[in-house]
């Protein structure tokens, strides 16, 4: 039987799980980078097993379909829009989930703060150009006094949100299902969306991705926000409208964004938002650590060595 590691850019998924235990029959195999959607599927025919890491190679319908000896997808995380579960379902394919470590949402929402740390401090552009042997070319902001708006107020948010209450701000948060009290409980102020785009110094997104909330960041909310404010993207690209965000950011009309999630990734080199000054970009790294890859590689053999005794377990699609 063979298995295949994806998108392993850390070079990691061999050393964090202990794959020998599926026995000498095994064989398994790494793909360090991304696979190109016109090798995709002739790279991945030989295997029965695949290991898929979140989102970072999607499974349409058209690729299940053209995988015959597929037999079992698991997906790090509980959760993997870029699979089309019913198609698995007809072709008789398994999809079980590897769930993460405990610290994962609170990697993310570090992450969230070193994007709006690094927007009020101007801190990529002090520190390319103290490399060309300038010194202060810009005025860092403080933080206390302004006004955070979180847009979700789950786990992640939440987390947000009561640091940035730490450093003085006035904390505001809408998400299409939150209520005042729900805000109140997490000791925030619940504002409707249309306010809290316009009030806000930094805008910091943490929804799950869905039809309901695709480009919930639209350009009617950009067009809301002042021209001194900033948004920062941890959770989906698509929350936010990509082509409304990327001209408010080319026109000034806002002062820039922090993103850590893109349409299409990994980044194309010559992507547009790359050649931006006012914007902080980071490869998708709000999951990315040691402790949750452990999790999430361990808990893919689990799910591989329970299939195998015909007793699959996180199943998704089932």
Known sequence: MSIALLDDYHDVAERYADWTTLGPQVRVQTFRDYLPEAERAEALQPFDVIVAMRERTPFPATLIESLPKLRLLVTTGMR??????????????????????????????????????????????????????????????????????????????????????????????????????????????YVPKDALFADADVVSVHLILSDRTRHVVDADALAAMKPSAFLVNTSRAGLVDQEALLDALRKGRIAGAGLDVFDEEPLPPTDALRVLDNVVLTPHLGYVSAENFTAFYGNAVNAVQAWLAGKPVRVLNA
């Open 80 to 189: 993997n829009l870029a699979i089309d579960m019913d198609a698995c379902t007809r072709r008789g394919v398994v999809v079980c989930g590897a769930p993460g470590g405990a610290d994962a949402n609170t990697a993310t929402a570090e992450l969230a703060w070193a994007h709006i740390l690094a927007l009020f401090k101007n801190l990529t552009t002090e520190d390319a150009n103290m490399r060309r042997g300038l010194w202060q070319t810009g005025m860092p902001r403080p933080l206390a006094g302004k006004c955070l708006g979180v847009v979700g107020l789950g786990k992640l948010g939440t987390a947000v949100a009561q640091v940035g209450k730490a450093f003085g701000m006035t904390v505001q948060a809408w998400s299409p299902n939150l209520t005042p009290e729900r805000a109140e409980e997490a000791g925030v102020t």
